[in-house]
């Protein structure tokens, strides 16, 4: 049987691509950090160290949850626009038995 998707949220599905990028970047936050550590700082024209602002590590997941939120409602509210016109995803689906399950 093939079914056609006539409508996504785009809140919904904005909420969960932006979490779930978010926990994407959690995993990298202590490798980088540890890189960052053992790297020497840079030096500026008066001597002074610049070492690379580790906030902006903590700073990641928030914007990835933002920007991915926002990608994705923006994606979704033109498919639904564009489904009217040319249709939907179509998938197939089909019935199975309990014993194909297991």
């Known amino acids: 049987m093939r079914k056609q998707i006539k409508r996504l949220s785009p809140h919904q599905n904005g909420k969960v691509f932006g979490v779930l990028m978010a926990l994407a970047t ?3 936050l202590l490798p980088m950090m540890l890189m960052f550590s053992l790297t ?3 030096i500026d024209q ?3 160290p610049i070492g690379f602002p580790i ?3 903590f700073v990641a997941p928030f914007m990835y ?3 991915g939120y926002i990608s994705i409602a923006i994606s979704c509210f033109f498919y639904n626009f564009i489904q ?3 249709g939907g995803f179509e998938f197939e689906v089909s ?3 309990v014993e194909e399950n297991t």
């Open 26 to 28: 959690l995993p990298f």
């Open 40 to 42: 020497t700082p840079q």
């Open 46 to 48: 008066a001597g002074n």
């Open 55 to 57: 906030f902006l590590l």
């Open 65 to 67: 949850l933002i920007f």
């Open 84 to 86: 009217k016109y040319i």
């Open 95 to 97: 019935e199975m038995s």
